[in-house]
DNA sequence: GCCAACCCATACGTTTTTGGTATGCCAATG
DNA sequence: CATTGGCATACCAAAAACGTATGGGTTGGC
């Protein structure tokens, strides 16, 4: 069964009649009422009634007419989702970030991609530093936000922008009636360090800058998460170097400083795998990187 | 765009590889292979993934996918509704019917056909003799249950049963008392009667069972439906003859009693287009002929 | 009552499309 | 490094569809 002969068939329908349907189909009539007779024979029973002034479908040929319209607009549509998909204007965009940014950016990010792709589902998840590289790879995120950049030959980055590394302490510390720290008066003093995801146990960040300041913060803990680190900062376990923008997720108590004479930053990344290219995440790097340019 | 693409499509989509699908579909590998590339041209994007290990479904191709599933199914539920329609077991079955059969038929005859054709909407329609063609013609009864049958070129008739004429009176009528009235007896009394829709006014069968026995009976009303006769039979106005199958519809005051020495009948006929011969029909002419037969 | 007009069906040659076979290319695997 | 598995390309043969020419039946006008 094929779509043309349906399509032949619907048009004869409408027109109520061969020639004009050839007509309208721009075809010669006699190679259409061989299609038509051909549907026929296939269905095994007339779907026409013929009469002098053209045809008339018989019962069994509405029955046919109702689903074969329904079909053919069904096809229709798969061709053009397919192409509304391929192009960005529709589809599933799932969108992985990494807490840190969560507060700073998704509050202008999701309005900006609705505006933006109206017709995408989108779909957020908080993405671990433990298993964000896994969430790109399997595609169970088509996107993630991340902080620093996710280092991986299958995953292509896009760096949107970057942060400066700031200091977090208790209200109650002495160091935060500084309006900026100089690097020297952290020496000795704890810290809460988070892990690097690619390179080992430390922040990729923080460790370069302090032995280029020749400064030493013992290791009061180790934690997974920005908001562990936050908590132990506030129980005032030590310290924590971390970017600007944790300040946003940042709960009462806790206050953030510049470091005086270090300029050192972790960039934001868009990240996604490298064969999913597409033009929806072309447009999702742009939204985010609007958002980025406004923090 | 092309059914037998969307199926080569799906096919693909579902064994995840060209060379499986090849082999479900029985045909060789490269022209499926083509086929699949021409799609993706017409659609414009890719929709798959060309992996080591086989194809995978692009987002593209999961938008078409669905739909092209449905549209296939839709296809080929529309080639197997005509041929249903056109081997009876399923559509619309319009019944009209004549009042004088409605109730000796129809609470045998609607089980019947709810039995012998379940997936057939029916849908039942009372006659009256005077538009009854014109409702056959027009095709806004498929089938209709006459008495007598209708005499049309165009029509077709099958003749399923007769019923024996009876004469309708009061109860209280000295007649009544009689179990069979001999034609003399008739001679002279007031008669109800009923138009034939072919041949005049007065009915078909009654006209010449009176003149053969050279009764004459004169005309006190002439009236439209068998329920008219019967009421003014219950009025008192006069007497009418009937078929027997029409004392199921008699009001309660009525008695009917055959008419000793004449043995004249009127058919129950089925008629229906000529043009519109059909399994379905032919299946409702074996159930009304099942009924006639019961009773 | 015959002829013209209309419409669908059939026949046949041409073109387009599709399917098959042979083969190439690439990547993963042992 | 060779082999295997899988898709893509090239070329040829077969099938399907389209167009032109034509037949046949019915309607409607003169």
Redesign the pocket.
Known sequence: M?L??LR?FVA?AE????????ER??????????????LEAEVGAPL?R??????DLTEAGQALLVRASEALALAADGIEAARAVASGRRGRLSVGYMFVLANAMLPRLIPELRRSVPGVDLDFAELSASTREARVLDRSVTVALCMPAINHPEIQVARIGAQRLMLAMPTSSPLARLSSVPMARLHGRPLIALPHPDHGPASSAVVPLLRRHQVVMPIASRVETVHSAMSLVLAGEGFAILPACAQLGAPRGIVFRPLRDATDSLDIAVCWRRDAQSPLIRTFLKCAERVVAGL
């Open positions: 094929d043309r002969r032949y004869v027109a109520r009649s061969v020639g004009k349907a050839a189909l721009r075809m010669a009539q006699p190679p259409l009422s061989v299609q038509i007779r051909k026409f013929r009469g002098t002034r053209g045809m």
